[in-house]
């Protein structure tokens, strides 16, 4: 008989941010619990006890409460994989894997994922400023990945875990993929990595 496992994770399926800490939480044979927290959850006061932004994802880790994906993939990794290349100590590639948190906190989540959130789910939001965006950041990607496999690193790290879901499913949003090859093939490279899960596509038909 096996025990629960420790971690829970509140968050839902289809969202980018929280399939970058199931990806992490797979790829470091973590067991985990996902409780599903749709918007009219999270509205709710048990919620909002764990987080008061009310947003996903929300770990519990034994006594700890923590949001914020990309803080959840830095506590993951140095928890449960210290000194692992997911999250390097050399002071250089630790700023590199910082820098593309911070993309995806930024031009990610105001590019491509904004471009999906309005066209799945016909949200209010600006569609042609979220793929101008989305336009920049992923040409910026392109040349950054001229000659290179990964991200910030010679091997993947939490910063390509953080960046790959939105990236993937930026036609879901409208944002074609096909002018940026380079970013078709860091997307493999993120694929073949063992114990790799796919986000699901959204069953929701696109607005327009």
């Given at each position: 008989?096996?025990?629960d496992?420790?971690?829970?994770?509140?968050g839902?399926?289809?969202?980018?941010?929280?399939?970058?800490?199931?990806?992490?939480?797979?790829?470091?044979?973590?067991?985990y619990?996902?409780?599903?927290?749709?918007?009219?959850?999270?509205?709710?006061?048990?919620?909002?006890?764990?987080?008061?932004?009310?947003?996903?994802?929300?770990l519990e880790?034994?006594?700890?409460?923590?949001?914020?994906?990309?803080?959840?993939?830095?506590?993951?990794?140095?928890?449960?994989?210290p000194?692992?290349?997911?999250?390097?100590?050399?002071?250089?590639?630790?700023?590199?894997?910082?820098?593309?948190?911070?993309?995806?906190?930024?031009?990610?989540?105001?590019?491509?994922?904004?471009?999906?959130?309005?066209?799945?789910?016909?949200?209010?939001?600006?569609a042609?400023?979220?793929?101008?965006?989305?336009?920049?950041?992923?040409a910026?990607?392109?040349?950054?990945?001229?000659?290179?496999?990964?991200?910030?690193?010679?091997?993947?790290?939490?910063a390509?875990l953080?960046?790959?879901?939105?990236?993937?499913?930026?036609?879901?949003?409208?944002?074609?993929?096909?002018?940026?090859?380079?970013?078709?093939?860091?997307?493999h490279?993120?694929?073949?990595?063992?114990?790799?899960?796919?986000?699901?596509?959204?069953p929701?038909?696109?607005?327009?």
């Amino acid at each position: 008989m096996t025990s629960d496992p420790i971690i829970v994770l509140h968050g839902l399926p289809l969202s980018g941010h929280t399939h970058r800490v199931e990806l992490l939480l797979a790829m470091l044979d973590l067991p985990y619990r996902l409780i599903p927290a749709p918007d009219e959850v999270r509205q709710g006061p048990a919620f909002r006890r764990l987080n008061p932004l009310g947003q996903i994802p929300v770990l519990e880790d034994g006594g700890l409460v923590l949001a914020d994906s990309n803080a959840i993939l830095v506590y993951l990794a140095k928890r449960y994989a210290p000194g692992s290349p997911w999250l390097p100590e050399d002071p250089v590639a630790a700023a590199h894997v910082q820098r593309w948190l911070s993309i995806a906190a930024g031009e990610l989540r105001y590019g491509p994922a904004a471009a999906r959130i309005v066209a799945l789910w016909s949200l209010d939001g600006d569609a042609i400023r979220a793929a101008g965006i989305a336009a920049t950041l992923l040409a910026f990607m392109e040349a950054h990945l001229a000659g290179r496999r990964y991200l910030a690193t010679d091997h993947p790290t939490i910063a390509d875990l953080a960046c790959y879901a939105y990236v993937a499913h930026a036609p879901e949003g409208g944002i074609s993929l096909a002018p940026y090859p380079a970013v078709g093939e860091w997307l493999h490279r993120i694929e073949a990595l063992p114990k790799f899960r796919a986000m699901p596509a959204s069953p929701l038909p696109r607005a327009g």
